[in-house]
């Protein structure tokens, strides 16, 4: 399974709680732990979009965003889900 060698916690910034063996049992769970954030980033202007020379193409086969923002950056709070 794909998050048998994930570490979740990281640096003790991303705590699943009681969630925690769902997400490394269910491919559908981790996806969405990984989709949430990318979202949010997406959302607030932090992340990937396509150029000029890019929109079209992205409208009919979609965008895969990327966050832009430093994901080793110290952090005040863990992410808790």
């Known amino acids: 399974m794909l998050t048998a060698g994930v570490d979740l916690a990281g640096r003790g910034r991303l705590d699943l709680g009681r969630r925690e063996p769902l997400v490394r049992a269910s491919h559908d769970a981790f996806d969405a732990v990984i989709a949430a954030p990318v979202g949010r980033a997406s959302a607030l202007g932090r ?34 889900f």
């Not at 000029?52 to 994901?71: D, F, S, Y």
């Open 47 to 80: 992340a990937t979009r396509p150029g000029a020379g890019q929109v079209g193409l992205a409208r009919i086969e979609g965008w895969i965003a990327v966050p832009t923002l430093e994901l080793d950056a110290p952090a005040d709070q863990p992410i808790v």
